[in-house]
Nanobody, 123 residues
Framework: QVPLVESGGGSVQAGGSLRLSCAASGRTYFATAMGWFRQAPGEERQFVAAILSGGMTYYSADAQGRFTISRDNAKNTVSLQMNSLKPEDTAVYYC?????????????????WGQGTQVTVSS
């Protein structure tokens, strides 16, 4: 089993919306926190949002107010609803699992990563 599998990426015009989903399997069922990161061509991977198993959420400044992370513990999925998308949101989006409850904006806090899903926003 692949521990994390993302879906829902695609192409959308600026101002549109997309919903990404990440299905956890195996050990990642029991992750303390799930996060979303993104990586644009030629840039470093950046934190987008994270959610603890209890529901507490964290967002980057850029995602705050436009994106919503949610988690369905019964279905072992985490979703990222992205609204008011901008061309600069274009990137590969990665789901990740962590057994930590702090420093969730840091890549080193995560032990498992999905394969990524492409999001392209056109102007």
């Amino acid at each position: 089993q692949v521990p994390l599998v993302e879906s829902g990426g695609g192409s959308v015009q600026a101002g549109g919306s997309l919903r990404l989903s990440c299905a956890a399997s195996g050990r990642t069922y029991f992750a303390t926190a799930m996060g979303w990161f993104r990586q644009a061509p030629g840039e470093e991977r950046q934190f987008v949002a994270a959610i603890l198993s209890g529901g507490m959420t964290y967002y980057s400044a850029d995602a705050q107010g436009r994106f919503t992370i949610s988690r369905d513990n019964a279905k072992n999925t985490v979703s990222l609803q992205m609204n008011s998308l901008k061309p600069e949101d274009t990137a590969v989006y990665y789901c990740a699992a962590s057994w930590l409850a702090s420093n969730l904006a840091g890549m080193k806090s995560y032990d498992y990563w999905g394969q990524g899903t492409q999001v392209t926003v056109s102007s």
